[in-house]
T-cell receptor
Framework: KNQVEQSPQSLIILEGKNCTLQ??????????LRWYKQDTGRGPVSLTI?????NTKSNGRYTATLDADTKQSSLHITASQLSDSASYIC?????????????FGTGTQLKVEL | ETGVTQTPRHLVMGMTNKKSLKCEQH?????MYWYKQSAKKPLELMFV???????ENNSVPSRFSPECPNSSHLFLHLHTLQPEDSALYLC??????????????FGPGTRLTVL
């Protein structure tokens, strides 16, 4: 069964610090991987999308990496801000008959404190 | 705002009630989705509609009944729910389904509590 596992489950950091969130997956055949940010009381919003051939992609202070060989991805947040407090969800797309199928991770809950 | 709106934002209902959730997208997309998000569990895909036609039903109990009158509107009709159905129900849309490169845009969700 295809799975997406994220770690840590939750994380508390001080404002201004960096952090890295991990995503390991077993989805195959792989199509792409997205990181979503979900603020409390809101729906998820896409931060980055990476395909098989991409190793790194940045979106402002967010940098995602992908190692398709080891089936691992990370999301690095630089100089964290209070507004970064949210759940970060890793979503892997699988090439399936008739189209693509998404597998969602359970998310990492990040809290940035003063 | 993502261009996907959901109403109501919060709903409390008894097990014998009938209620409906509404979703509207202003993005010109052709695919719409219902997801269930429970605490500490991954998002669970419930239904997919493409050009108003249901293309996926992930073994969802019949007490959840979707309706898609056009590509911009999606409803989820609820009746005789159970307390374990309490969750955040998210609606999403994309240009079309079945293509992983198409980003799904999510609404803010309806927080449902079943007493």
């Amino acid at each position: 069964k295809n799975q997406v596992e994220q770690s840590p489950q939750s994380l508390i950091i001080l404002e201004g610090k960096n952090c890295t969130l991990q995503c390991n997956y077993t989805v195959s055949p792989f199509s792409n991987l997205r990181w979503y940010k979900q603020d409390t009381g809101r729906g998820p919003v896409s931060l980055t999308i990476m395909t098989f051939s991409e190793n790194t992609k940045s979106n402002g202070r967010y940098t995602a990496t992908l190692d398709a060989d080891t089936k691992q991805s990370s999301l690095h947040i630089t100089a964290s801000q209070l507004s970064d407090s949210a759940s970060y969800i890793c979503v892997v797309s699988e090439i399936a008959g008739g189209g693509n199928k998404l597998t969602f991770g359970t998310g990492t809950q990040l809290k940035v404190e003063l | 705002e993502t261009g996907v709106t959901q109403t109501p934002r919060h709903l409390v209902m008894g097990m014998t009630n009938k209620k409906s959730l509404k979703c509207e997208q202003h993005l010109g997309h052709n695919a719409m989705y219902w997801y269930k998000q429970s605490a500490k569990k991954p998002l669970e895909l419930m239904f997919v509609y493409n050009f108003k036609e249901q293309t996926e039903n992930n073994s969802v109990p019949s007490r959840f009944s979707p309706e898609c009158p056009n590509s911009s509107h999606l409803f989820l009709h609820l009746h005789t729910l159970q307390p374990e159905d309490s969750a955040l129900y998210l609606c999403a849309s994309s240009r079309r389904s079945g293509s992983g490169g198409n980003e799904q845009f999510f609404g803010p969700g309806t927080r449902l509590t079943v007493l």
